[in-house]
């Protein structure tokens, strides 16, 4: 009784105590934008993080706002550094640096990179994330939520092909070949289970450039003033797509929407899908079957882009708060914490160190498919991103939706995407 | 009062509209103007005068003429389609009928639920495979078929949803012209030995005119002004099959961030739009009956 009152005192006394010494340095206070791109629990996290750093870090005062999809972040964010008060920090796609630098709007991390420990925080990420994140030799993102497409396939629907429910397709001819073993029909001709799905709204472009690595090129150079959308390579792999619905009729007409390809998967509309490894949970979640997560197939080598957020800080902003701002993100980026991300959210752990704790190997064991993206990542290359990106990337875009409804052929398409994308590289110089 | 201060009373009435007509309408539209001249500023650049540069680019612009196309041929299926709908619903709702009360409700729920919402329903009835609009077509042995992917049905499969969500709202406005028409002329012509169909065509509809007038004009500017249900079901895809002005504005301003090329755009959009309207209160006007 007498211990507890003197317990709340003691208590109550260290609180005011912090109070006061908060008080009197007046902490620096660090905006901070984040978007939610994937299902789950993410504001909570997100303020978990945020209190645990505050608790460790009583002078810095961090403020998360939460700013919708990534469309909406960079439009917040970009809307902010026109009025003159952006946030100190924010997660937006890696995709946007171009953008960003552009606009003047962010400063390299490389200025806070003093000591060695530093360094190898900064030597820590996989080399596949950091494409994104580099420029001209210098560091403007730091990779925190990121991603890599995969496939998932439903290992029932294998079985009743007769095909081993253990061996998805490793190359294009084996994803064609299940595809058509897979690929149901019923008395009348009509498809009742498709063989393969790889969607083509919105951002046709990034599933896409899977096909196209695979194929042995990027669709860019690291500067990102070109790129290289009709190159044979790159024709041929939209061929492919093209083949996959015309010539082995084992992918669906037109355009296939993102949103209800998982559902489709799930209703077994589908047998193999390519989706993001951010939707792992929710597959996990929802597949009523036994699913298997495998590696995109190869033409000539295996390959995904990367995709996902990064961390920026931007440039209106004190030295003090810049401070604050990389002590967070490098407090938010340790291995254990980048574990912990990662198997809460689907996100790929961003550094290989994250893969060795205890909670991850234990998470792995159990739940094997977790590491494909992983295994996938030393064939990763950078997701297409260039100076004025989002209308160099609308040219692609409109290109392939053109090939796959069938209005142009995929070599026609990829010519006048190219042009275009030329016009618009010369106008942004 | 003497006449000096009756005028100043007058403008001091009109002052509150004004000034809002002003701040929101008049001032942005003319800022909006001056700077469809410039350069977009990017970064430390700042923008510069370019003249008419900005209106060349539109004129060479091939997704600009497709989304102007587009956005007629829009119109053109939605407007005329919905008013009759909402006409012959209001009509019919205005009888004495079973479950009258019932039938206005559901006529008008369409109007009160969000866009973005409805979009994302409208999504799953038009997905491949398992939507709702498949198992009809698949109940009847019709061919399966991707309606928001393929370039020739996506613009009319969003004309659907517009007309849906649209002719609700027009019905209330009919509904409450109908209820307002005095019961006598229906007597009159009923003595007369009219038939319901002569009576609709000479009496009711003349004396709708002024609704018409009304409905068409907003009829209009919504076929210009939604685009809630391109950004949840289709992008302005596939290859700008479904991109609209409005929405095309969207994306260079808020996308491309070219805020000047957006602006120039955004004039023609005014332009369509005041022209529009000028047409309608010039020869609707005319024939239209006001009681």
């Not at chain 1, 003159?84 to 606009?103: A, F, H, Q, R, W």
């Not at chain 1, 990064?310 to 574990?339: D, G, H, L």
């Not at chain 1, 991300?341 to 994250?354: E, H, K, P, Q």
């Not at chain 2, 919402?117 to 061919?143: C, D, H, K, S």
């Amino acid at each position: 009784m007498l211990f507890a009152q003197v317990r709340r005192w003691l208590a109550g006394f260290a609180a005011a105590a912090a109070a006061t010494i908060a008080f009197a340095q007046a902490p620096v206070e660090v905006s901070f934008y984040y978007p939610v791109a994937v299902g789950g629990p993410i504001t909570k996290i997100i303020d978990g993080f945020v209190a645990d750093f505050e608790k460790e870090n009583p002078a810095i005062k961090l403020k998360p706002v939460y700013t919708g999809s990534y469309q909406d972040s960079i439009t917040k964010a970009l809307t902010a550094v026109k009025s003159g008060e952006p946030p100190v920090t924010s997660i937006l796609l890696s995709t946007d640096m171009y953008s960003l630098i552009d606009e003047d709007a962010i400063v390299p991390f490389d200025e806070f990179v003093k000591t060695p420990d530093d360094q190898a925080w900064l030597k820590s990420f996989y080399p596949a994330f950091m494409e994104n994140s580099q420029t001209g030799g210098k560091t403007w993102g730091i990779p925190f939520q990121r991603s890599t497409i995969v496939l998932y396939y439903n290992k029932e629907a294998f079985k009743e092909a007769g095909l081993d429910p253990n061996k998805p397709p490793v190359n294009w001819k084996e994803m064609a070949e299940f595809g058509q073993k897979l690929t149901k029909r019923d008395a009348s001709g009509k498809v009742t289970q498709w063989g393969v799905q790889i969607p083509s709204s919105g951002f046709p472009y990034w599933l896409f450039q899977g096909l196209a690595i695979e194929n042995g090129v990027n669709l860019m150079n690291a500067a990102g003033t070109e790129v290289y959308y009709d190159k044979p390579e790159v024709i041929d792999a939209l061929q492919y797509w093209v083949d996959l619905v015309k010539k082995y009729k084992v992918h669906p007409e037109g355009i296939v929407e993102w949103g209800t390809t998982p559902k489709d998967f799930f209703e077994r509309k589908v047998a193999m899908m390519w989706t993001t490894t951010g939707n792992l949970t929710n597959v996990k979640a929802n597949a009523k079957f036994d699913f298997g997560v495998a590696m995109l197939p190869a033409s000539k080598q295996r390959g995904s882009p990367t995709g996902g957020g990064n961390f920026y800080i931007f440039k209106k902003s004190t030295p003090a708060q810049r401070e604050a701002a990389v002590k967070f993100i490098k407090w938010v980026t340790t291995p254990a914490r980048a574990a912990q991300w990662g198997i809460d959210t689907g996100y790929v752990a961003v550094r290989a160190d994250a893969w060795d704790t205890p909670v991850m190997k234990q998470y792995v064991a159990g739940f094997p498919a977790a590491a494909v993206a992983r295994d996938q990542l030393p064939y990763a290359k950078a997701e297409l991103s260039t100076h004025d990106n989002q209308r160099v990337t609308k040219a692609l875009n409109d290109g392939l939706q053109a090939a796959l409804t069938g209005t142009k052929t995929p070599e026609a398409a990829m010519k006048d995407a190219q042009r275009e994308a030329e016009r618009i590289l010369k106008a942004s110089k | 009062m003497t006449r000096s201060k009756e005028w100043l009373y007058a403008w001091l009435l009109l002052l509150p509209a004004m000034t809002l007509l002003a701040l929101f309408t008049h001032y942005p539209a003319v800022a909006n103007l001056w700077h469809s001249f410039y350069s977009t500023p990017k970064g430390a650049r700042p923008a510069v005068f370019i003249g008419l540069e900005n209106y060349r680019t539109l004129f060479d612009d091939p997704i600009f003429w497709k989304a102007l196309s587009n956005n007629l041929w829009y119109a053109a299926g939605t407007i005329p389609l919905s008013i009759v709908i909402a006409l012959v619903m209001a009509v019919w709702v205005n009888d004495r009928i079973a479950g009258r009360g019932f039938l206005r409700l559901a006529y008008f729920t369409p109007t009160i639920l969000p866009m973005i919402a409805v979009a994302n329903i409208w999504l799953f009835f038009y997905t491949p495979e398992y939507g709702l609009l498949e198992q009809i077509t698949n109940a009847f042995g019709l061919p399966r078929h991707n309606w928001l992917g393929s370039q020739s049905t996506a613009l009319p499969a969003l004309m659907v949803v517009t007309v849906w969500k649209e002719a609700g709202f027009f019905m209330i406005f009919y509904l409450a012209a109908l209820q307002s028409m005095s019961p006598h002329l229906a007597e009159a012509a009923a003595i007369e030995g009219a038939s319901r169909w002569y009576f609709f065509r000479r009496v009711t509809f003349p004396l709708l005119m002024p609704t018409t007038l009304f409905v068409l004009v907003n009829a209009v500017i919504n076929a210009f002004r939604l685009v809630d249900h391109i950004v949840v079901m289709t992008r302005g895809g596939p290859d700008n099959a479904t991109a609209l002005l409005l929405y095309y504005i969207y994306e260079i301003g808020f996308r491309f961030w070219d805020s000047a090329y957006a602006a120039a755009l955004t004039m023609v959009l005014l332009a369509l739009l005041g022209l529009a309207a000028l047409a309608q209160f010039a020869f609707l006007e005319k024939r239209t009956h006001y009681q």
